[in-house]
């Protein structure tokens, strides 16, 4: 069964930094499409970020252009999110997830297996 327990997160000012990372378990991690999404309060479930199973692709959402990294390391079965330049608006509940193939990646509905979420709050 596959697991995904993220870690990381936060409080932290705006413009400062943070690493969340998400590790799977129970599957063969290469194979796996890896994304991050996130949720505010009051509002739906958004894409931030999506990398490829071997880390050659990733798509960004615009927000997160130039200011996240998303990567991974498959050896350690662990995808990062690297946040830099945090603003106030970044505050949310991250979610990493798990899709077996790149298609539709933006979309939450394409991913099979989520974290548990972790909460990121950034102070102006």
């Known amino acids: 069964q596959v697991q995904l327990v993220q870690s990381g997160g936060g409080l932290v000012q705006a413009g400062g930094s943070l690493r969340l990372s998400c590790a799977a378990s129970?599957?063969?991690?290469?194979?796996?499409?890896m994304g991050w999404f996130r949720q505010a309060p009051g509002k739906g479930r958004e894409f931030v970020a999506t990398?490829?199973?071997?880390?050659?692709?990733?798509t960004y959402e615009d927000s997160a252009k130039g200011r996240f990294t998303i990567s991974r390391d498959n050896a350690k079965n662990t995808v990062y999110l690297q946040m830099n330049s945090l603003k106030p608006e970044d505050t949310a509940v991250y979610y990493c997830a798990a899709n077996s193939r790149w298609s539709r990646v933006t979309m939450a509905t394409e991913y099979s297996y989520w974290g548990q979420g972790t909460q990121v709050t950034v102070s102006s």
């Open positions: 990398i490829s199973q071997l880390g050659g692709m990733t």
């Open positions: 129970g599957v063969t991690f290469s194979t796996l499409v």
